[in-house]
Structure formats: C-alpha cells, structure tokens
Antibody, heavy 118, light 107 residues
Framework: DVQLVESGGGLVQPGGSRKLSCAAS????????MHWVRQAPEKGLEWVAY????????YYADTVKGRFTISRDNPKNTLFLQMTSLRSEDTAMYYC???????????WGQGTTLTVSS | DIQMTQSPASLSASVGETVTITCRAS??????LAWYQQKQGKSPQLLVY???TLAEGVPSRFSGSGSGTQFSLKINSLQPEDFGSYYC?????????FGGGTKLEIK
C-alpha cells in the first residue's frame, strides 16, 4: 500500500525556520513527482510546491516563493520542505501528496501541523 | 491563476438523498478537474479526476460531469460515510488551485 508519513511540524516563532519531511513507501518513489499542500485551520486547501521525479522541475506558489525550498532524496524515499522567514499566515497542516501526470493528487499523507506564533 | 468557485458552501441532507455540488472555473480548463472528499480530522482523498473518471475504489454512487468552466459532483443515495467536506481542484497546469469547499452535513 502507498504510504506517506509527514514529520517535522511544531511551534516556530515568526521569522524562524523549519524543515518538514515526508517518508514514502509502497511505490517507486523515484518515478513520481511530489507535492506539498497545506490547509490553514478551518480553511480550504492551498497547493504549496511541486518537485518532479528527478528534481529537474520545481514550482512554488507565489505565497511561498523565495522562502520555501522543496527537495527530495530518492535513495531514501523522502521528500522535504525547508521553510524560512516563517509568518503567522504559514500556520497550517502540511500534507505531502503524490503527483500524477495530470497535476492532481492521488495519495496524501496524514499531515504535520506547523504553528507560527510568538 | 485560475480561480475555482464552489457552491454551495454548505449543504444539509439526509441519508438516501441525492445531492449535487457545483464548481466553476474562471477560465476554460477543458476536463482537467478533480474532486476530493475530506472527513473531519483526516487528509483529503481523491474521488474523481479528468472531470468524470472515478478514482480507484470510489463507489459508483459518486459521479462527476462537466467541461470547460462548469462542473458538478453528484452523490446518489447518500450514505453515512459520505458526510464531510468536498473540494474541487483544477489540474490544468500550475498552479493547481482548489475551490473553497462544500461542507456536507447530516440533516
């Protein structure tokens, strides 16, 4: 079975940094593009970033461009999201999601919660 | 960016009823539309992609339709496990954007 397990969330002060991880199993990780999607408390879903299977193509939402960096380690089946200059509006549940050829998301992790507050 | 508008924002219905949720795109997205279900405290699950293709394991009481800018998700004979929130999302390139969601509650 496909499994995506996020970790690394927690409480961070405004202006701080945090690195999220997503451990993948049950599929050939190196063959799939991967995404991060977030959901602020009691709000809707917002796509954050995408990385292609071989890391050659990367996209970011305008709201995080220049502050967040998506990366992956294919031998370790792990996806990352390095977040810097964090703001209160970055407070959300962060999900990693498996990409498809059509830019929709067929499997999601359970999420990790990031709270940015002083 | 393409804006996705869902309606209604909330919906109350009884077990056994049929409901329809609509989604409008701000420009032509052909059939590049996905639907997700999210239950309280859980991650979203893919229901439909390419506007009308059911994801693996999704019951046939769910159906998607539409093209261009107007889409809908229909749920026939609501079951207790169908209550939760539903989101549409265009997958016509980047950035993919979501509708604001529809919360389906038990009447």
């Amino acid at each position: 079975d496909v499994q995506l397990v996020e970790s690394g969330g927690g409480l961070v002060q405004p202006g701080g940094s945090r690195k999220l991880s997503c451990a993948a199993s049950g599929f050939t990780f190196s063959s799939f593009g991967m995404h991060w999607v977030r959901q602020a408390p009691e709000k809707g879903l917002e796509w954050v970033a995408y990385i292609s299977s071989g890391s050659s193509t990367i996209y970011y939402a305008d709201t995080v461009k220049g502050r967040f960096t998506i990366s992956r380690d294919n031998p370790k089946n792990t996806l990352f999201l390095q977040m810097t200059s964090l703001r209160s509006e970055d407070t959300a549940m962060y999900y990693c999601a498996r990409g498809t050829a059509g830019t929709y998301f067929d499997y999601w992790g359970q999420g990790t919660t990031l709270t940015v507050s002083s | 960016d393409i804006q996705m508008t869902q309606s209604p924002a909330s919906l109350s219905a009884s077990v056994g009823e049929t409901v329809t949720i609509t989604c409008r795109a701000s420009e032509n997205i052909y059939s590049y539309l996905a639907w997700y279900q999210q239950k309280q405290g859980k991650s979203p699950q893919l229901l439909v992609y390419n506007a009308k293709t059911l994801a693996e394991g999704v019951p046939s009481r769910f159906s998607g339709s539409g093209s261009g800018t107007q889409f809908s998700l229909k749920i026939n004979s609501l079951q207790p496990e169908d209550f939760g929130s539903y989101y549409c999302q265009h997958h016509y390139g980047t950035p993919p954007t979501f509708g604001g969601g529809t919360k389906l509650e038990i009447k």
